[in-house]
């Protein structure tokens, strides 16, 4: 593909040669501030009152080191040459690691917690909906939109990333007309006692809220798709979350501060109806188009990750190699992401999206906590990726910023695993069942897995 030596056989270029890199700064923001300020922060803030009370504000702000050091786990990845590839965590863990396996297993139980998430927030745009619509039908609207969204995945990055920029200027706008006046009406009586369950509360929603921070990392599936992505995308991936950290803290609290967490616990359109208690009709009504903003910039962003999922999938021949496809004008995963909306879509209708939202947790921590594994790892296993990253630090400070992240997934998951772990387990043996018949398949159609991987390795040495 590069520079290859002449004792090995390589299997075909990759298809993302094909790819077309339309994603630039702008759309690297929008893509990962939309996904962060969507479902979570307008639906699951409400829920969590019920656990931490009036908290969850300080609940956000507990997770904002957490979250940072995974995206500067992600950083590191990204400005490796193995950034120029679509894949995200995919990629990163089956090369540091020349394992297949691992990164396959990790992110297939990833791939079914967003394929959930999706499926989420498209239910939860159909139920905004009737704030407006009160007996609209919700399965329809969240069919609707679903269908409107993939199309536009599939048509061309660049389309998706204008309308993603689009629909972020419209949220930012909606949250600063909630934001900016609700601070100075906020009672701060309602935060009195602080912690009105305890630090046990704020523990026990922890897990919940993490669904508002979860997907941030789906910018590294376009990778492939991205202008510069090794220079561009660390800093993309530190400040947006940044970004959204802040963001969430100044929502969640205005929105305990002017209801009860007991009413906010109860509603299915929290920020509109706390908007209510400040701001003329026509202002609520603005903060209610604001989320609808955000759970669809979550969705338009969220397809990138199960579409380009399935497309490197196929491009190492784990699945087949007709998933790999690239549409000829369009330069599109055409073919995964019809499936991954079929998939969708079925869910909406199957009534099974909220379950796989729940249960499918575990694979959102399970990502992120080999992802940190795989940085602390990282100079001792793969010393040529670890030279090869742009974004560097000592050997002491990847143990802190892979560290991190990686227990303290491990002790989410450790808190979930009684309610959901018949999930995991069926998850687990579906995906090992799945890549055996690929890797068999492959190896049956005269694919060259080492040489394919041993190509990775050659982009180390450009």
């Known amino acids: 593909i590069l520079d290859i030596r002449t004792d090995i056989t390589l299997p075909s270029p990759p298809s993302m040669a094909t790819l077309k890199r339309d994603l630039g700064k702008i759309s690297g923001y929008a893509t990962i501030i939309g996904i962060l300020i969507g479902a979570g922060i307008f639906r699951v803030t409400g829920e969590a009152g019920a656990v931490a009370g009036s908290a969850v504000p300080f609940a956000y702000l507990l997770f904002t080191p957490i979250v940072l050091c995974t995206a500067l786990t992600y950083s590191v990845f990204i400005s490796t040459p193995l950034g120029m590839r679509p894949g995200g965590a995919y990629v990163h863990i089956s090369r ?171 509603s299915k359109s929290a920020m509109a109806d706390a908007a209510a208690q400040f701001l003329p009709s026509w202002g609520a009504t603005i903060v209610a188009i604001g989320a609808l903003s955000a759970f669809l910039t979550s969705i338009n962003g969220a397809i990138l990750v199960p579409s380009r999922t399935l497309f490197v999938f196929s491009e190492d021949r784990l699945f087949p190699k007709s998933l790999a496809r690239i549409h000829p004008k369009w330069h599109t995963p055409y073919i995964s992401l019809i499936v991954s909306g079929i998939i969708c879509v079925l ?7 909220s379950y796989l939202r729940n249960a499918g947790l575990i694979g959102i921590f399970g990502i992120y906590t080999l992802q940190g594994i795989a940085l602390i790892a990282l100079p001792h296993v793969n010393k040529r990726l670890y030279q090869a990253a ?65 190509a990775d390795y050659h982009l180390l040495e450009q």
């Open 96 to 266: 540091t690691f020349n394992n297949y396996y691992l990164g396959f297993i990790a992110v297939w139980m990833k791939l079914m917690a967003f394929v959930g998430a999706i499926t989420f927030m498209a239910s939860s745009f159909g139920d905004y909906m009737t704030f407006f619509i009160p007996d609209t039908d919700v399965k329809m609207w969240a069919s609707g939109v679903l269908i409107f969204f993939f199309a536009i995945n599939i048509i061309g990055i660049r389309y998706y990333a204008q309308i993603q920029t689009g629909m972020l200027i419209i949220l930012i706008g909606s949250i600063l007309v909630l934001i900016i006046p609700g601070l100075f009406v906020v009672d701060l009586s309602n935060y009195d006692p602080l912690l009105p369950k305890g630090i046990s509360g704020v523990l026990a929603a922890m897990p919940m809220l993490f669904f508002s921070y979860a997907g941030f990392e789906s910018l590294a599936q376009a990778a492939g798709e991205t202008k510069n992505p090794t220079k561009t995308l660390p800093m993309i991936f530190v400040k947006g979350v940044i970004a959204g950290a802040v963001i969430f803290f100044l929502m969640s609290f205005v929105a305990f501060g002017v209801l009860p967490a007991e009413t906010l616990a109860q």
């Open 347 to 353: 869910l909406i209708w199957t009534q099974t999206a």
């Open 390 to 454: 742009k974004v560097r630090f000592p050997i002491w400070a990847l143990y802190i910023i892979g560290g991190i992240p990686a227990i303290t997934m491990i002790i989410f998951t450790l808190n979930i695993i009684r309610d959901i772990y018949m999930f995991a387990i069926i998850g687990l043996f579906l995906g090992t069942v799945l890549y055996s018949w690929g890797r068999y398949r492959g190896r049956k159609e005269g694919f060259d897995y080492e040489a394919r991987m041993e």
